[in-house]
Protein backbone atom coordinates (compact mmCIF):
# COMPACT_ATOMS: atom_id res chain seq x y z
CA UNK A 1 0.00 0.00 0.00
CA UNK A 2 1.15 3.58 -0.68
CA UNK A 3 0.61 6.75 0.27
CA UNK A 4 1.27 10.45 0.00
CA UNK A 5 1.43 13.57 2.82
CA UNK A 6 1.32 16.80 1.40
CA UNK A 7 2.04 19.45 3.97
CA UNK A 8 0.63 23.37 2.55
CA UNK A 9 1.53 26.61 4.25
CA UNK A 10 4.74 28.15 4.47
CA UNK A 11 7.19 26.97 6.19
CA UNK A 12 5.82 23.37 4.82
CA UNK A 13 7.48 19.88 4.36
CA UNK A 14 8.74 18.58 0.96
CA UNK A 15 5.93 15.37 0.61
CA UNK A 16 6.53 12.01 1.98
CA UNK A 17 5.73 8.79 0.08
CA UNK A 18 4.66 6.07 2.65
CA UNK A 19 5.41 2.36 1.64
CA UNK A 20 2.92 -0.05 4.27
CA UNK A 21 5.58 -2.52 4.40
CA UNK A 22 4.66 -5.44 6.80
CA UNK A 23 8.23 -6.84 6.57
CA UNK A 24 10.46 -8.88 8.28
CA UNK A 25 13.37 -6.71 9.44
CA UNK A 26 15.84 -8.25 8.03
CA UNK A 27 14.55 -7.78 4.82
CA UNK A 28 14.25 -4.03 5.31
CA UNK A 29 17.27 -3.49 5.93
CA UNK A 30 18.92 -5.64 3.15
CA UNK A 31 16.92 -3.38 0.80
CA UNK A 32 17.95 -0.25 2.95
CA UNK A 33 21.77 -1.20 2.88
CA UNK A 34 21.45 -0.93 -1.34
CA UNK A 35 20.60 3.00 -0.90
CA UNK A 36 23.67 4.65 -1.13
CA UNK A 37 21.99 8.17 0.60
CA UNK A 38 20.61 5.73 3.95
CA UNK A 39 23.33 2.62 3.62
CA UNK A 40 25.75 4.75 6.22
CA UNK A 41 22.55 4.40 8.91
CA UNK A 42 21.35 1.05 8.65
CA UNK A 43 23.68 -0.24 11.48
CA UNK A 44 22.55 2.17 13.76
CA UNK A 45 19.17 1.67 12.83
CA UNK A 46 19.45 -1.77 12.71
CA UNK A 47 20.51 -1.36 16.48
CA UNK A 48 17.23 0.83 17.14
CA UNK A 49 15.19 -1.69 15.70
CA UNK A 50 15.96 -4.90 17.00
CA UNK A 51 13.00 -4.90 19.48
CA UNK A 52 10.95 -5.53 16.18
CA UNK A 53 10.67 -8.33 14.32
CA UNK A 54 8.79 -6.36 11.58
CA UNK A 55 8.91 -3.06 10.08
CA UNK A 56 5.52 -1.62 9.80
CA UNK A 57 6.06 1.42 7.28
CA UNK A 58 8.90 3.68 5.41
CA UNK A 59 8.43 7.26 4.67
CA UNK A 60 11.01 8.55 2.00
CA UNK A 61 11.04 12.46 1.66
CA UNK A 62 13.86 14.91 1.04
CA UNK A 63 15.43 18.13 2.71
CA UNK A 64 18.14 20.39 2.30
CA UNK A 65 20.55 17.18 3.25
CA UNK A 66 19.22 14.79 0.79
CA UNK A 67 16.88 11.64 1.06
CA UNK A 68 15.21 11.43 4.42
CA UNK A 69 14.08 7.99 5.74
CA UNK A 70 11.39 7.67 8.49
CA UNK A 71 10.96 4.02 9.74
CA UNK A 72 7.77 2.64 11.51
CA UNK A 73 7.17 -0.43 14.40
CA UNK A 74 4.25 -0.95 15.93
CA UNK A 75 5.28 -0.95 19.75
CA UNK A 76 3.11 -0.04 23.31
CA UNK A 77 3.21 3.77 23.58
CA UNK A 78 2.66 6.13 26.76
CA UNK A 79 2.30 9.76 25.89
CA UNK A 80 1.20 12.97 27.25
CA UNK A 81 -0.31 11.12 30.67
CA UNK A 82 -2.26 8.48 28.56
CA UNK A 83 -1.65 4.75 29.48
CA UNK A 84 -0.11 2.29 27.77
CA UNK A 85 -1.57 0.94 24.56
CA UNK A 86 -0.63 0.18 21.07
CA UNK A 87 0.97 2.49 19.08
CA UNK A 88 3.81 3.29 16.45
CA UNK A 89 7.84 4.26 16.78
CA UNK A 90 9.63 5.66 13.97
CA UNK A 91 12.99 6.50 13.70
CA UNK A 92 14.32 8.94 11.25
CA UNK A 93 17.41 8.64 9.28
CA UNK A 94 19.17 12.22 7.14
CA UNK A 95 22.12 12.67 5.83
CA UNK A 96 23.07 9.29 6.46
CA UNK A 97 22.85 9.23 10.08
CA UNK A 98 20.05 8.01 12.84
CA UNK A 99 18.94 11.25 13.91
CA UNK A 100 18.45 12.05 17.75
CA UNK A 101 14.55 12.31 17.05
CA UNK A 102 12.23 9.80 17.82
CA UNK A 103 8.67 9.74 17.05
CA UNK A 104 5.65 7.99 19.15
CA UNK A 105 2.42 7.93 17.84
CA UNK A 106 -1.08 7.07 19.87
CA UNK A 107 -3.59 6.36 16.67
CA UNK A 108 -7.51 6.61 16.76
CA UNK A 109 -7.68 9.30 20.12
CA UNK A 110 -11.31 10.87 21.28
CA UNK A 111 -10.90 14.53 21.64
CA UNK A 112 -11.03 14.03 25.22
CA UNK A 113 -9.31 10.71 25.74
CA UNK A 114 -6.37 12.21 26.75
CA UNK A 115 -4.44 15.47 27.65
CA UNK A 116 -4.68 16.75 24.39
CA UNK A 117 -3.47 20.50 24.38
CA UNK A 118 -6.43 23.35 24.51
CA UNK A 119 -5.80 24.57 21.22
CA UNK A 120 -7.26 20.96 20.27
CA UNK A 121 -10.34 21.86 20.86
CA UNK A 122 -10.89 24.78 18.70
CA UNK A 123 -9.28 23.00 15.60
CA UNK A 124 -12.23 20.77 16.58
CA UNK A 125 -14.76 22.82 16.41
CA UNK A 126 -13.32 24.33 13.21
CA UNK A 127 -12.98 21.03 10.80
CA UNK A 128 -15.75 18.83 12.50
CA UNK A 129 -14.08 15.74 12.88
CA UNK A 130 -14.77 13.42 15.75
CA UNK A 131 -11.54 11.50 16.33
CA UNK A 132 -7.80 12.49 16.21
CA UNK A 133 -6.44 9.94 13.26
CA UNK A 134 -3.41 10.28 15.58
CA UNK A 135 -1.15 11.78 18.01
CA UNK A 136 2.07 12.37 17.62
CA UNK A 137 4.86 13.25 20.34
CA UNK A 138 8.05 13.95 19.03
CA UNK A 139 11.37 13.51 21.20
CA UNK A 140 14.92 14.74 21.42
CA UNK A 141 17.30 14.67 24.16
CA UNK A 142 17.59 18.28 25.21
CA UNK A 143 14.33 19.68 24.26
CA UNK A 144 10.90 19.40 25.38
CA UNK A 145 9.01 17.14 23.80
CA UNK A 146 6.80 18.61 20.76
CA UNK A 147 3.02 17.57 19.84
CA UNK A 148 1.32 17.21 15.99
CA UNK A 149 -2.46 16.19 15.49
CA UNK A 150 -3.07 14.15 12.58
CA UNK A 151 -6.94 14.86 11.48
CA UNK A 152 -8.36 12.31 9.30
CA UNK A 153 -11.80 12.95 8.13
CA UNK A 154 -12.04 10.36 5.36
CA UNK A 155 -10.19 7.69 3.68
CA UNK A 156 -8.58 6.59 7.31
CA UNK A 157 -6.57 3.19 7.06
CA UNK A 158 -6.73 0.81 9.69
CA UNK A 159 -3.39 0.12 11.87
CA UNK A 160 -2.89 -3.50 11.91
CA UNK A 161 -1.18 -3.89 15.76
CA UNK A 162 -0.38 -7.46 15.05
CA UNK A 163 2.84 -6.52 12.99
CA UNK A 164 5.61 -6.54 15.52
Request: proline share 7%; net charge positive.
Amino acid sequence: MLGLKVCFGAPYAAPTLYVRTLAPRADVMAFLRGLPAIAPAVPALDDALSGNAIIYGLGFSSSSVGLVLKTYTVADIAALGSTERPGFVSFRVAAGALTRETKRYLPDLGWREHELPAWSLEVRARIACDRVGHLGVIEAAGRPPQVKLYLERVGAIQSDFSAR
